[in-house]
């Protein structure tokens, strides 16, 4: 929604595709566009006309191989891809996290060579999973509280996204973007608790392991690969 707000701001006609059938929130301006994966042909009128399309992994993953197939077909001339920097180019994918994002660029430049890939730290807004432990408890139970990360703003994910997708001179550039700070998970957590709470605490709790059950004090449960990554760090 950020990157249509941005791309409407520049003066670009914008046509957001969807695949659910409840009508998304869209701003004023914003053309929809629906795609049926059991027809084709709708896919091809959503691209028809289109000079560029991004990629959102979490939105089209399973169906980017169609998506960048129908875009090439419509001679759409830009991609741009919302990847993860734990992507490695080296070959070697030591993150879960990282291998299936790279397989989705495999697949992005297999039909756009010239694509642009965003290769994000952690969002922002992914902090807000730790709430619900801060309003019962007033702490964030999680495993590696020291890791550190410099989390990115969805807006300037966004405001990155408009420039590469209109401006020329990004053609098959990868670039990793993060915030301008790096945070260990632990001091993330205080500026979280209302300010009647005072500090919120933070409690390190055991990893999950690939296979085993989640602490049961460590809420929400996360899959081993977040943890392999937080290690790392």
């Given at each position: 929604?950020?990157?249509v ?12 595709l969807?695949?659910g ?8 301006g ?19 006309g ?32 919302l ?60 495993p ?10 969805e807006?300037?994910i ?7 997708l209109?401006d ?10 993060t ?6 998970r ?28 989640p ?19």
């Amino acid at each position: 929604m950020i990157l249509v707000t941005g791309l409407l701001a520049e003066g670009v006609p914008v046509r957001a595709l969807t695949r659910g059938s409840a009508a998304p929130g869209l701003p004023a301006g914003a053309e929809l566009a629906r795609w049926d994966p059991g027809r084709p042909a709708t896919l091809a009128a959503a691209l028809a006309g289109t000079t560029a399309v991004f990629i959102n992994v979490t939105a089209v993953g399973g169906v980017v191989t169609e998506l960048m197939d129908a875009a090439s077909r419509a001679g759409t001339g830009r991609a741009v891809m919302l990847s993860s920097l734990t992507v490695r180019d080296n070959g070697a994918q030591p993150y879960a996290i990282g291998a299936h994002h790279k397989s989705i660029e495999d697949q992005v430049r297999a039909f756009a060579p010239a694509a642009t890939f965003l290769r994000c730290g952690g969002f922002a807004a992914n902090t807000l999973a730790w709430a619900p432990m801060i309003r019962a408890e007033g702490v964030v139970r999680a495993p590696y509280a020291d890791a550190a990360t410099a989390p990115i703003a969805e807006r300037d994910i966004a405001a990155a996204a408009v420039r590469v997708l209109l401006d020329d001179g990004h053609a098959g550039a990868r670039y990793v973007l993060t915030g301008r700070q790096s945070l260990t998970r632990r001091s993330r957590c205080r500026p979280s608790a209302p300010r009647s709470a005072g500090n919120c605490g933070s409690r390190s709790c055991p990893p999950r392991r690939s296979g085993g059950p989640p602490p049961p004090t460590c809420r929400p449960p996360r899959p081993p690969t977040c943890c392999g990554t937080w290690r790392s760090t």
